[in-house]
């Protein structure tokens, strides 16, 4: 059985930075790609950033470029996405998941192609 769970947001002032993590069990990150997504009130749930199941290969969101860096500690099943100046728009649920299938070449950038989901950890910027 595959667990995920997020943690680490919460209310912070435009410019600052936070690291969200996500610790998941019953499925390996050297075979899964994994990716971070956000969904804000009334909006479809996007990608945020995704990284491959070798490591090599990250995907971000036009946002996300240059701000926020994902990254993964094999040995702890555990995604990190470090965000950098933070801004009122970045303000949602921000949620972990885990790809359908194994070894995929491309990494997903829609939520069609991941399967397990963590509860979400809400990320709040003051301006």
């Known amino acids: 059985q595959v667990h995920v769970v997020e943690s680490g947001g919460g209310l912070v002032q435009a410019g600052d930075s936070l690291r969200l993590s996500c610790a998941v069990s019953?499925?390996?990150?050297?075979?899964?790609?994994v990716g971070w997504f956000r969904q804000a009130p009334g909006k479809e749930r996007d990608i945020v950033a995704a990284i491959s199941w070798g490591g090599g290969s990250t995907r971000y969101a036009d946002s996300a470029k240059g701000r926020f860096t994902i990254s993964r500690d094999v040995a702890k099943s555990t995604l990190y996405l470090q965000m950098n100046s933070l801004k009122p728009e970045d303000t949602a649920v921000y949620y972990c998941?885990?790809?359908?299938?194994?070894?995929?070449?491309?990494?997903?950038?829609?939520?069609?192609?991941?399967?397990?989901w963590g509860q979400g950890t809400q990320v709040t910027v003051s301006s």
């Open positions: 998941a885990t790809a359908r299938r194994p070894y995929e070449a491309a990494v997903p950038t829609t939520r069609e192609g991941y399967d397990y």
């Open positions: 019953g499925r390996s990150f050297d075979s899964y790609n």
